[in-house]
């Protein structure tokens, strides 16, 4: 059996864990990281980035269908676009390739030994980890619980055959004709409103009697219009109560109280993902849990010393940027910074059609902290360059204290708003009131400029509406 001791082990080479180490490493700390399966974790391999790419090739399908035959207004007009969904999925796995090789490039770069295996705690300080060649036993005087999350399964529909989770919809090589999504969180709606576009015919069940359940009605209205256009059937109020016998439809409880079944090719289950919190010798240590997840306070560290924890296995909202923000401030921490979470705010995007922003507080939320606020929204049917990319549905909105002006939350639904949300994030970090960016000079014409109108309308003097 082999050993090696270590200042820091991470567990999990997923953007929270990778992120970590290679800060650890640039710190000059002796780091070594485990992971069972790919570098990039769910992120990389089959989350963000995979999910991110058929959007794309869905979006460039569709625009290209919308001017086939009798041509588009824009003066445009080609044959029928055709797909090969294979070379789609061939060229995302380049560019996953592409990532993952260049974080273990990175890792190697900043000193940190990759170990690949399956971690297991023997104590606290002691993890084994099963490789090809054999146990290897790693002493660290740090460890970072970093391994993330995995799909959840609905009790009687377990995972398997056309049953499946958003990792095999991910890799499919050929277009189903139907899919059925039981969850419209914001993966189901995102994978959903792809193989839509690509031509699937979707059904999307949700036990909830709104879409993306999370997210107030104005910003969802949008997403929910679209999808209608798209000929998805939306099954709200509505649960999966399994397959029929042969599997070949799922059998639904209506809003009503009927009972429905759909057929389909695949049924994609999109309900949540659930912590790993197994599987890695948890019951060698004693660690506070906080529900499904393992219990952190502002440092990132577990009830027991010397242990972290980071990343979706620490709770919502279950994003990578939230990881890798924990990984960096733990790293600094194990180095001996003086570090603690005081980030004002973690921003999520939905990159549905349209893309839903939100960072902060919305006004229901504000209120809800008995918080007297002032809020205020700028379509985009009223900025000039969302009409030039035929964009102008959805808003920009703001929320601000009604005393002193200061930016709580700031919201957007439209296309193209994902690249809006680091500017709201921003601004909120900054502590920015309205004011300031009523007062900053916004570049013309850009959709940018529908956040300085939204700020001017709650200071009450809008200029373009
Ligand atoms: P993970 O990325 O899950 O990585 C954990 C790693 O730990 C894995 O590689 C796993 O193999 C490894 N591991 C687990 N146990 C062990 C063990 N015992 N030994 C060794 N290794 C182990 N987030 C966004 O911010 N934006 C998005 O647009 C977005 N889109 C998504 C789309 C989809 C379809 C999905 C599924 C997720 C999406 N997410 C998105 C969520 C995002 O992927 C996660 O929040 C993020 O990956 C969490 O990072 P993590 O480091 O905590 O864990």
Known sequence: MKEISCKLLVIGAGPGGYVCAIRTGQLGLDTVIVEDSRVGGTCLNVGCIPSKALIHVADEYARMAGMAGSGSPLGISIAAPELDLARTVEWKDRIVGRLTTGVSGLLKKAK??????????????????????????????????????????????????????????LALTERPGSMAILGAGYIGLELGMAFAKLGTKVTVVEAEDAILPRYDRELTRPVERQLRQLGVDLLLGARARGLASGGEALIVETAEGAEARVAADHFLVTVGRRPITDGWGREELVLDMDGRFIRIDERCQTSMRGIYAIGDVTGEPMLAHRAMAQGEMVAEIVAGHR?????????????????????????????????????????????????????????????????????????????????????????????????????????HPTQGEAFQEAALRALGHPLHI
């Open 339 to 443: 570090r603690a979470w005081d980030r004002r705010c973690v921003p999520a995007v939905c990159f549905t059609d349209p893309e839903i922003v939100v960072a902060g507080l919305s006004p229901e939320e504000a209120r809800a902290e008995g918080r007297e606020v002032r809020v205020a929204q700028f379509p985009f049917s009223a900025n000039g360059r969302a009409m030039t990319m035929e964009a102008e549905e959805g808003f920009v909105r703001v929320v601000a204290r009604a005393d002193n002006n200061l930016l709580l939350g700031i919201q957007a639904v439209g296309k193209g708003v994902a690249e809006l949300s680091s500017t709201f994030a921003l601004a909120i970090e900054m502590g920015a009131r309205l004011e300031d960016i009523a007062g900053t000079i916004h570049a």
């Open 112 to 169: 940190v030994k990759i170990v690949n295996g399956r971690a297991r705690f023997r104590d606290g300080k002691t993890v084994e980890v099963e490789t090809e060649t054999g146990t290897q036993v790693v002493r660290a005087e740090n460890v970072v619980i970093a391994t993330g999350s995995g799909p959840t399964e609905l009790a009687g529909l377990p995972f398997g055959g056309r049953v499946i989770s958003s990792t095999e919809a």
